[in-house]
């Protein structure tokens, strides 16, 4: 039943833009090629993978008050990896989808060509609210590495494409209730057989710093949470919060306190300290298992993030990204360096290191390389 709501909607909206006047249409996107040099945290082996993609983004707009879009990715995935272990886990194991947009075009023994809609979406606009129908990325919280509160687009913190952020299947009624002021609802379909994600959220703006606060059912858990954001003697501070009701044995509160500023000659800092109250303040209590099921991405209680960025010359560029588990003393270090080729090519290289003592968390991981080429379009 909901999964044919969802269509009709969907196909609503879709009549809507194409009986909408004055249509234009826009197309954006990039290239990219990302390799990837990675060891087996199964079987220690080394492997390599490198993923070549084209991102196709359509975008319709008609009359002003109807706006659809699409991006499709066509992808090529080579190397070694492919036939290791960890991916075939991955595959198997790896978090559910709720509507599958995503296909395979061909496979071999050490390739494979395959597609996916990474954003479909209709939004209809007026002064009075605007409706967006379908896979769509819903920016909730103010947090840096970790949302509590973004519980419809979970993202793993660790991940070596930290810009890439997976969209929700959902419907969103954003409705405005003055310049600063707006009421947001959203309705998510989750994968057949679980229960949708319902939630409301309302924002506000209370002296010179935007407010919000959200209630609602995601999956089998209830939340209320909320985040605020402004500045504070020129740098600038967030927080978001997030208490989770799931049974009688497992109810948490997840939290992150951020600040960032840009210092002298460019240099950009940004710090962040996050409280998982799901996770485990003893190594030895750590459940890895969660991690390789995608049920949650961190293990301890207590983390900081890091992120540094500073320009050497007008065309290079370095930085640092670092996560630590304050419980176990293990991290993450990831330091990059990337080179404008030209006005619409980058290149970059970065590497992921893993430090900690026998049983930790991140320790547990093996050191990772890689390296980009993208040209925008």
Avoid at 62 to 80: F, Y
Avoid at 115 to 132: D, N, P, Y
Avoid at 209 to 230: K, S
Avoid at 288 to 295: K, R
């Amino acid at each position: 039943m909901i999964r044919t709501l969802w269509c009709v909607a969907l196909a609503l909206a879709y009549t809507v833009a194409a009986c909408a006047q004055r249509p234009s249409l826009e197309v954006l996107g990039y290239a990219k090629n990302l390799g990837i040099r990675l060891t087996s945290s199964l079987t220690e082996k080394a492997h390599f993978l490198d993923i070549g993609r084209f991102r196709a983004r359509g975008v319709l707009s008609a009359g002003g008050h109807v706006r659809a879009e699409v991006w499709l990715d066509t992808e090529l995935l080579t190397g070694s990896y492919l036939q290791s272990a960890d991916y075939a886990y991955a595959q198997t194991y790896g978090r559910p989808r709720p509507l599958h947009l995503e296909w395979t075009l061909g496979t071999g023994k050490s390739h494979e060509v395959r597609q996916r809609l990474f954003r479909a979406f209709v939004a209809t606009e007026s002064a009075r609210a605007t409706l967006t129908v379908g896979r769509q990325r819903i920016a909730w919280g103010s947090g840096f590495a970790w949302n509590p509160t973004d519980v419809l687009n979970p993202f793993n913190p660790g991940a070596i494409e930290l810009g890439e952020r997976a969209g929700a299947d959902a419907a969103h009624l954003s409705v405005p209730l003055g310049p600063l002021s707006r009421l947001e609802l959203v309705a998510a379909y989750m994968e057949a057989g679980a229960p949708s994600s319902y939630a409301v959220r309302a924002g506000t703006n209370y002296r010179a710093y935007d407010v919000t606060a959200l209630a609602g059912r995601f999956r089998r858990d209830w939340m209320v949470g909320g985040d605020f954001a402004g500045y504070l003697q020129g740098a600038g501070i967030r927080g978001e919060a997030a208490y989770v009701w799931r049974d009688a044995a497992l109810n948490f509160l997840r939290a992150v306190l951020n600040t960032d500023y840009t210092f002298a000659r460019g240099i950009y800092g940004l710090a962040e300290l996050y409280y998982n109250g799901r996770g485990s303040a003893r190594k030895a209590e750590y459940d890895f298992a969660d991690l390789l099921t995608g049920d949650t991405f961190n293990l301890a209680q207590w983390y900081v993030a890091v992120s540094v960025a500073v320009s050497i010359t007008p065309l290079v560029g370095a930085g640092l990204y670092q996560l630590a588990n304050l419980n176990d003393g293990s991290m993450l270090v990831g330091p990059s360096i990337t080179y404008s080729l030209s006005q619409s090519l980058e290149a970059a290289a970065a590497a992921y290191f893993f430090t900690g003592t026998s049983g930790s968390e991140y320790a547990a991981q093996q050191h990772v390389y890689f390296v980009t080429l993208q040209w925008y379009y």
